[in-house]
Structures are given as C-alpha cells and as structure tokens.
C-alpha cells in the first residue's frame, strides 16, 4: 500500500503491482509505502477520503501465474505448500485445492492454523482472521482476495486492468494530476515490465472441466470485470 497526496494505491496479489510500486515511487516525491500488500481497511483514518487505486486480472491468468511463481521457488509461500500438499499435487490438483477454500473444503482450518495471527509486512501478509470468512462462501480465492483487498474503498475505488495496466494507469494519474511530466509518462509507456512470472501459454494449463470450475467459482469478479477465459 502507498500513500501519496492525492490517493493511495492499494496492491492486489500478482496484479501489476511491482511496476505500479517502483512508478509510484519513483516519480511522486511525497510517496510513502504504508505496508506490504494491505487491505483497504488499513488506510489511516487521515487518508479515508482519498481516492484508492487499484489493479486485477483475468483469474485464469491469475491462477497461472500464481502458480508458475510459487513452484518456481526453493521455499514457496504456505498458500501454496498446502494448496499442492507439499508440491506433489499439479496444478491441477494445486488449483482445485485452491478453489474448494471456500467451498466447505476440509484443508481451510489447517491452512488458517499455519498462517500467521498478525500482519507481517512480508510475502503473501495474510493472516489466519482474514482468510477465515472465505469459509461456506463459495467464491474462488482470487475473488475473495479482490473483495478482502478492495470491499471497503469500492465506493471510492479506481480499478483497472492488469491486461490494459499501461494506459489505465495513464488515464488514472492523468485524471488526478492533469499535466504529467514526460519522464513519468515514459516509463509507463516503455519501461519492462517487472516481476512477470514465466510460464506456459495459458490453455497448456487449462482443460475444460478446471475452466468451468474457475467460471463458477469466480463467477462475481468475472462478471464484474468482463472477463472471459481466452486459451
């Protein structure tokens, strides 16, 4: 989470969110990092009237990237430990784990007893009491951590699209500041992107039944959004 004068940018897991960071701090002086992949209910109560700004992706996107992350990794993050019981699950079997979280699934009481009981400003940062009220909601992880992230500042929330970040983070700042200086408007335009997770073509990680899952269970961000699985 960032703080600057005019609004507070609030980072969503895997979500554009390193190249969001270093433009926001580098280019805006009076910038100041808040914590480490905050929810919106954090925001000091001085900054409660600010606009918030955010970004979110495709879930099958998502997903895939999550995944091709994490098994990259000598240590992966405890999400994703027990989602692929211990890496010896697919992804596959690593994704449906993760979508039955909030589908009466019996590894949530497990998972919530390995993550922390405070935020640490680190990694994944989310404790055991915020995962808890996925529980019986049916929705897919991603959504949930969209609506943990963002539900309190939606009424005065901006989110863009990771699959259009550039320009909606253009239209964002420009509609904030009016003029932008060139060097900023440079870097979103040109520079790499940053923390791209390598991985396969988005269908070698799909067959239809774990398509339809993820419709299912990330039906409220899919509609939201618009999103369609495009593999």
């Known amino acids: 989470m960032i703080a600057t ?25 009076e910038a100041r990092m808040l914590g480490y992949h905050l929810p919106s209910r954090a925001i000091p109560a001085e900054l409660a009237d600010l606009p918030v700004l955010g970004f979110v992706r495709s879930p099958w996107s998502y997903y895939a990237s999550w995944y091709a992350f994490q098994s990259r990794m000598a240590q992966p993050n405890v999400l994703f430990r027990a989602a692929s019981e211990n890496r010896s699950l697919d992804f596959r079997g690593t994704l449906r784990n993760l979508l039955d979280l909030g589908s009466g699934s019996g590894k949530l009481d497990a998972l919530i007893g390995l993550l922390p009981n405070a935020y640490a400003n680190q990694g994944l940062n989310l ?18 951590l969209h609506d943990y992230m963002y539900g309190d500042a939606m009424h005065r929330a901006t989110i863009g699209r990771v699959e259009n970040l550039r320009a909606d983070l253009l239209d964002f700042l420009q509609g904030i500041d009016g ?8 870097f979103i335009e040109q520079a790499a992107p940053r923390n791209a997770s390598k991985r396969d073509s988005i269908d070698e990680y799909y067959d239809e039944e774990l398509v339809a899952l993820v419709a299912e269970r990330d039906q409220s961000l899919i509609q939201k959004y618009g999103y369609r699985f495009d593999g």
């Open 127 to 144: 404790p055991g009491f915020a995962l808890a009220p996925i529980r019986d909601s049916g929705m897919g992880f991603y959504s949930y």
């Open 179 to 186: 003029a932008m200086a060139p060097a900023l408007r440079d």
């Open 5 to 29: 004068r005019k609004f507070v940018y609030v980072h969503l897991h895997k979500s554009g969110g390193t190249f969001v960071n270093e433009c926001l701090m580098r280019f805006f002086p």
